[in-house]
């Protein structure tokens, strides 16, 4: 975002996090991402668990002479940080606008319209990128502007590669492969596809499904469910850096999200930057980027006979040509551009 509008004619400058979450909040192994240090790095200052550090970011954000914060809002536990922060921007004249992922999160638990309204009130202007997210900010009654553009495609991660240099780079064989790609939590519905798996294994016995990202919950359950279907399943149960994400996606037949509820997904965004098809639930945005018999197939939430049905459809009917010519043609819709101007309309 920041090059894109840095080419627009905006002076951009970032700030980060010096901690997101105490340790015991943080189900994964690591909040930092490895692989090498950025050319200028943004300043990390900002600690959501101490309050001196949000007065201290918003107070370094004005000696900048910013006119204009943006900021990403996906769940409650950042809304007093964030929520103190834009008021205190605002309060000196700087203008808040925010990248809304959930308004309402996932998983959720009371308090969380309190906070989602403590933060996006405190807001000048607030970008959605799906129906779903809309209508959840709209039953916040906020009275804030409110622009929704399409998920932009994450372009971020190279090229693509081809699909036996992807696998080898892997050490994957010839095998069908399924992916399920990103943190690994109870409403993206993995126990759901491997529930589907014993299903394909009956029709097409070489398919492979290949789990990609780490566990944040239920670990021991996915793992003991997924223990009799041998190694039709590998999981690949890490954080996956940057470098190796084309890897997996250029290696894959066909990405899978058996989500339970969402909103929308970086997954399908970064699966359409790489050419690839998905077969995803009817939750949420999903069925807004991914039209069924277009750039893929749509089957009903938590309902693994059907899953299964539509993953061998997908094989035997030797779908994935015209279905990757379905997303080439569809990710033309999701251009940086479009959010880039929405920032400006907001403006």
């Not at 990390?44 to 002479?65: C, F, M, Q, S, V």
């Not at 090229?159 to 080898?168: F, G, N, S």
């Not at 089957?299 to 049905?309: F, I, K």
């Amino acid at each position: 975002m920041e090059i894109g509008l840095a080419n627009r004619g905006f002076f951009v400058s970032t700030v980060t996090f010096r901690r997101q979450y105490p340790a015991w909040l943080f189900p994964g192994k690591t909040q930092y991402a490895e692989g090498p240090a950025p050319a200028e790095p943004a300043p990390r200052l900002l600690d959501t668990l101490n309050p001196l550090t949000w007065k201290r970011t918003a107070d370094a954000i004005l000696e900048k002479g910013a006119d204009v914060v943006v900021f990403k809002y996906w769940m409650p536990f950042f809304a007093p940080a964030f929520g103190a922060m834009a008021r205190r921007l605002r309060k000196h004249g700087v203008k808040v606008i925010a990248v809304v992922d959930n308004a309402i999160p996932h998983e959720r638990r009371p308090g969380d319209k309190a906070f989602g309204r403590y933060v996006l009130g405190a807001c000048d202007g607030l970008i959605v990128m799906s129906d779903q997210v809309h209508h959840d900010v709209e039953s916040l009654k906020l009275g804030v502007a409110v622009r929704q553009v399409a998920h932009p495609v994450y372009d971020v991660f190279g090229e693509a590669i081809p699909k036996a240099q992807a696998r080898a780079s892997l050490g994957f064989g010839s095998d069908v492969m399924l992916l399920f790609f990103g943190f690994i939590r109870r409403y993206k519905g993995l126990h759901v596809l491997l529930g589907a798996m014993p299903r394909v294994l009956e029709q097409i016995p070489n398919a492979r499904l290949v789990v990609a990202g780490e566990f944040y919950a239920d670990e021991d359950a996915l793992r003991a469910q997924a223990a009799p279907l041998g190694d039709a399943i590998q999981f690949a149960a890490d954080y996956i850096p940057d470098e190796q994400v084309a890897a997996y996606f250029c290696a894959a037949d066909v990405v899978v999200q058996p989500y339970i509820s969402a909103t929308q997904s970086g997954v399908a965004q970064i699966a359409f930057h790489f050419g690839r098809p998905l077969i995803i639930t009817d939750v949420g945005g999903l069925a807004e980027v991914v039209p069924d018999g277009v750039a893929g197939l749509v089957v009903p939430p938590e309902d693994p006979q059907a899953l299964a049905a539509a993953i061998v459809r997908y094989f035997k009917e030797g779908l994935e040509a015209a279905l990757s010519e379905g997303v080439r043609r569809e990710r033309k819709k999701y251009s940086w551009d479009r959010l880039y101007e929405a920032i400006e309309e907001l403006i």
